[in-house]
């Protein structure tokens, strides 16, 4: 089987990494890659987002099936573009509808979906530039702390809690005056809900569901959760505090509700569900979907999963899901990112990347980095991922920040707490 694999990140490393390992796989492409996918299969030079382009490529190179990292091209209807042509209706698109991809597109349409299939999230109010009077009214009396939500995709930075009034109110109308672009011009307002987060991931084929291994991921740039949101600075897997108490409410409350739900309301979607939880009060809620897997949290989850994912995915595709039993490896994964100085606001790229030989006993999953006359280069803000597996999690970390020192590039820059606040549960 010919798969191409849509991306340019960390995830689409991961997914690379695992995918090469199938002996159902017989080429692998990669569009556009990384360094770090070129070794895994032949880097392609496409834009995911280019649907005429990658619809060509995949005509031209007799490919059997495409795996969509990232969330944009799901978003803006990848998956419909292959079905409203003839030639590429058979292909197995791995992802949501247009329709489906709305869980995430669409902050408010997302909420609206638990309202309707009564799945547990925090309350909310949603405006735009037509009624920004009513919501600086509205959040004048709102109680303290306060979420803003982008409506639209924000690359993962369009969330901001803030810690008073009238910072709420500045973030607001600096959000509908074009802070976030068009992903800004609705903000859902929601309550503050305070637990701890964690991250469940299932691949469906709109029937049938598979849980995957859960993560936590940490998403702050500075240690101790200090300073704004990034894409991701690492991950840990399993979560010591999601116990079989807390997968039955999970499921029972949140997955099963969703799947039945994009089913009732005939949304076609065969992919994975990204599902942001955090546990309150020991319940848990949902904060947000993804309509693909996370990054950072692939680079934990895939490692602990024993099933070869080319037949995972190809039983997604031909909707017999409910086949096949997942194997999950009992050790803990961690990853620590190393990002750009500077990250998540002005960084620098094309800096030379030294010591990936010295990588050992883990994986360095590329993100940001490109070759250039034969060297690794940086070409992002967050640019590799630490990746360990160990029976424990103090062991994991060991090898994780072991490696995140031999890793060497100007400007490099890494959290050392990483899975720090899960130790000794």
């Known amino acids: 089987m010919k798969i ?6 960390g995830r689409e490393h991961t997914f690379a990494w695992k995918i090469a390992q199938s002996k159902r796989c017989s080429q692998l492409f990669i569009a556009p890659g990384n360094a770090g996918t070129a070794a895994h299969g032949q880097n392609v030079a496409l834009d995911p987002l280019d649907f005429a382009a990658v619809g060509q490529f995949v005509l031209l190179s007799s490919i059997d099936m495409v795996l969509v990292g990232p969330e944009e091209p799901l978003v803006r209807g990848i998956w419909d573009y292959f079905q409203e042509h003839e030639s590429l209706k058979h292909i197995p698109v791995i992802g949501p509808s247009k329709a489906g991809a709305v869980l995430e597109g669409s902050k408010a349409w997302s909420k609206k979906f638990m309202e309707r299939h009564r799945i547990p999230t925090a309350a909310y109010r949603e405006f735009t530039a037509d009624d920004i009077e009513e919501g600086a009214r509205y959040l004048a009396q709102h109680p303290l702390p306060i979420v803003l939500k982008a409506d639209g995709l924000a690359a993962g930075k369009g969330v901001v809690i803030c810690q008073n009034h009238a910072e709420a109110e500045n973030e607001f109308r600096a959000m509908l005056d074009g802070k976030f672009g068009a992903a800004g011009d609705r903000v859902v307002v929601e309550a503050f809900l305070d637990g701890i987060e964690f991250s469940v991931f299932v691949l469906t084929d709109g029937k049938n569901y598979k849980i995957l291994p859960e993560a936590k991921d940490y998403k702050r740039i500075g240690e101790g959760d200090t300073g704004p949101n990034t894409g991701g600075m690492g991950a840990v897997s ?11 409410m999970v499921e029972q409350r949140i997955i099963a509700p969703t799947v039945k739900g994009l089913r009732k309301e005939k949304i076609v979607y065969k992919g994975f569900i990204f599902f942001g939880l955090i546990k309150v009060a020991g319940e848990p ?8 897997m996370g990054d950072p949290e692939t680079e934990v989850v895939l490692p602990r999963l024993k099933n070869d994912l080319v037949q995972l995915l190809e039983n997604c595709a031909k909707g017999t899901l409910g ?12 990853t620590i990112f190393l990002v750009s100085g500077g990250y998540p606001d002005h960084y620098e790229k094309g800096k030379t990347i030294t010591g990936l030989e010295q990588v050992k006993g883990g994986f360095a999953f590329h993100a940001g980095t490109r070759f250039q006359d034969e060297k690794v280069l940086t070409n992002g803000g967050r640019v590799l991922a630490m990746t360990s597996l160990a029976k424990d999690l103090s062991g994991a970390l060991r090898k994780s920040k072991r490696n995140a020192k031999v890793v060497q590039f100007q400007g490099k820059y890494y959290r050392r707490d990483i899975g720090k606040d899960l130790e000794g549960l």
């Open 323 to 334: 086949r096949i039993r997942i194997r999950t490896d009992k050790k803990t994964a961690t």
């Open 285 to 292: 809620f949902v904060i947000e979907y993804n309509c693909r």
């Open 4 to 9: 191409l694999i849509l991306g340019s990140g």
């Open 238 to 248: 399993p979560v010591p505090f999601v116990d079989e108490a807390m997968w039955k």
